[in-house]
């Protein structure tokens, strides 16, 4: 079946601009994760859905970051007033987990979109 | 906080020599343990894991075992093959998160 699929996969912006990053899960899937990779690093924790509502925003770095999930399905990321430091590899991945599983899952990642801040 | 160091790359080996890729965490509690695989232009991807102390993981002949007295996760594999070059990286959950937190990678290169 389709995995989680992302876009665009390349995004390019100036900085100060707006930008909106969309994530599309497996179908089904009820927990939907944000993750940025900076060059030569791991993942870090953005943003976690349950459902339509987020569960754990602890992740967003300040408040330019904001996702939304309103039919529990499809989720965008949104920057404002984009900087420099913004630019990454901005990674979906969603799970059939339900809160307070705890670690017995399995999350399935996108390939990303990298986005460029000029 | 909750954290994952794992060895720096890049590794490189020769075909079917033998890979250990360190990986150490802390967290309180009792985390589970991960490996993901991130090949040249694809999406990470689950290759193995532990929930509990003493728990193996295995998948395509690399193994993990989770010791929580030394708080380690080290991944080998006994022979390795030039498909296996990748980036990989050590990542856990704490019981009840649901954010996998990740080690920043190893990069491992095989060469025939």
């Known amino acids: 079946g389709a995995g989680v699929s992302q876009t665009p996969s390349n995004k390019v912006t100036e900085k100060g601009k707006y930008v909106e990053l969309r994530c599309d899960p497996i179908s089904g899937h009820t927990a939907l994760y944000w993750y940025r990779q900076s060059l030569g690093q791991g993942p870090e924790f953005l943003i976690y859905?349950?459902?339509?509502?987020?569960?754990?925003d602890s992740g967003l770095p300040n408040d330019r970051f904001f996702a939304v999930r309103p039919e529990g399905s499809v989720s965008t990321l949104k920057i404002q007033r984009t900087e420099r430091g913004d630019s990454a590899v901005y990674l979906c991945a969603s799970s059939l987990t339900k809160i307070g599983a705890g670690g017995n899952y399995e999350q399935y990642f996108g390939p990303g979109t990298r986005l460029t801040v000029t | 906080g909750d954290s994952v160091t794992q060895m720096e790359g890049p590794v490189t080996l020769s075909e079917e020599a033998f890979l250990t890729i360190n990986c150490t965490y802390t967290a309180t509690g009792y985390p589970s343990l991960f490996w993901y695989v991130q090949y040249p232009g694809e999406g990470l991807q689950l290759l193995l894991k532990?929930?509990?102390?003493?728990d193996k993981g295995s998948n395509k002949g690399f193994e993990a075992t989770y010791r929580k007295e030394t708080t380690s996760f080290h991944l080998e594999k006994g022979s390795v093959q030039v498909s296996d070059s990748a980036v990989y990286f050590c990542a856990l959950t704490r019981s009840g998160y649901n954010k996998l937190i990740f080690g920043a990678g190893t990069r491992l290169a095989v060469h025939p």
């Open positions: 532990a929930t509990k102390a003493d």
């Open positions: 859905f349950q459902g339509t509502g987020a569960a754990d």
